[in-house]
């Protein structure tokens, strides 16, 4: 079965058109090859017509360079009263939702009582690893077993090293103790 393109009237295989719901046969009425060649002219018209706009235009200029800069560097200059979040904040905030039923309040306020420290070795989430900018948050793994928590067994805020230890522990605390009598077990050869 031959279709013929509305647009070059050459009867064509209907794998040469692309599909629509819209039309009862379910392909377009213009063939691939004459769709791509007026939407490529169309987008033509449109770039060139920028690029002179751009070069007359010297408020047009500003304003694309303004849009340019602030869209690289994450500044939006609608609302100077509320800086928009960068994509870092943004995903530690959807993080903390997806992950722990926990809001970004909820999330500082937790590290402000903890005078933003981790509660085990009492160091700043950078100090314990400088490539965190955020402490983790270290749920009961008996409630709520894997990555995802119920938000009722948060038990605090803990650097990435110290979470990660406990973590790989299985959070046992006769495994905890083991480790802790191993590691007394051998002198240190620093404090020698």
């Known amino acids: 079965m031959l279709i013929t393109c509305v647009r070059c009237n050459l009867p064509k295989k209907p794998s ?15 063939c691939k090859k004459c769709r791509n060649e007026e939407y490529g002219r169309d987008a033509e018209r449109k ?15 500003e304003r694309v360079k303004l849009a ?6 994450g500044i939006v200059k609608a609302n100077p009263e509320k ?3 960068t994509w870092q904040e943004a995903n530690h905030r959807a993080g903390l939702k997806y992950l722990f039923k ?33 402490l983790s ?12 928590s ?14 990660a230890a406990i973590g790989r522990l299985n959070d046992s605390v006769p495994r905890l103790l083991a ?10 050869i620093v404090d020698g």
């Open 102 to 134: 926990m809001t970004r309040q909820q999330y500082k306020a937790k590290s402000a009582a903890q005078n933003d420290v981790c509660l085990i070795c009492k160091r700043s989430a950078e100090e314990a690893d400088p490539r965190t900018k955020h």
């Open 83 to 85: 800086p928009k979040e």
């Open 47 to 61: 770039k060139a017509a920028k690029r002179e706009r751009y070069k007359n235009d010297i408020e047009y200029r």
């Open 137 to 148: 948050v270290d749920h009961d793994h008996s409630c709520c077993p894997g990555k995802h």
């Open 150 to 163: 119920c938000g009722k067994c948060i038990r605090g805020l803990l650097c990435s090293p110290c979470n």
């Open 179 to 188: 480790a802790i009598t191993y590691l007394q077990s051998f002198p240190s």
């Open 68 to 73: 340019a800069h602030d869209y690289h560097h």
């Open 16 to 30: 040469e058109f692309g599909k629509s719901n819209r039309t009862p046969t379910g392909l377009r009425p213009q």
